[in-house]
């Protein structure tokens, strides 16, 4: 497994940027799906984002399509994600997670019991 640590978060106006970074530990990084989820008061943590191994595939729901992006450097044990124009319904805590299993697996499943692998979440409040 590894050790997920995320940053980055803060209060931002509607329409805002923020950026997201997630530090893991452990020399096996690059073998793991990567992903950021959220879960807002009251509601199901659920899927924002997700990367390949490699960086070379990534997937995005609806809800944030177009507006965020997922990145990753496996030298340094990163992954990012960036969010341009961000909404008051984006408010939630962000969560860093890994998972074992391929990224066409996870992306096709939709499960957040695939990701083995948590970081402790960081505050995102977007005002209106």
């Known amino acids: 497994q590894v050790q997920l640590v995320e940053s980055g978060g803060g209060l931002v106006q509607a329409g805002g940027s923020l950026r997201l970074s997630c530090a893991a530990s452990?020399?096996?990084?690059?073998?793991?799906?990567m992903g950021w989820f959220r879960q807002a008061p009251g509601k199901e943590r659920e899927f924002v984002a997700t990367?390949?191994?490699?960086?070379?595939?990534?997937y995005y729901p609806d809800s944030v399509k177009g507006r965020f992006t997922i990145s990753r450097d496996n030298a340094k044990n990163t992954v990012d994600l960036q969010m341009n124009s961000l909404k008051p319904e984006d408010t939630a805590v962000y969560y860093c997670?890994?998972?074992?299993?391929?990224?066409?697996?996870?992306?096709?499943?939709?499960?957040?019991?695939?990701?083995?692998?948590w970081g402790q979440g960081t505050q995102v409040t977007v005002s209106s």
């Open positions: 990367i390949t191994w490699s960086g070379g595939s990534t």
């Open positions: 997670a890994a998972s074992p299993l391929s990224h066409s697996v996870v992306v096709a499943r939709q499960r957040i019991s695939d990701f083995s692998s």
């Open positions: 452990g020399r096996t990084f690059s073998r793991y799906t």
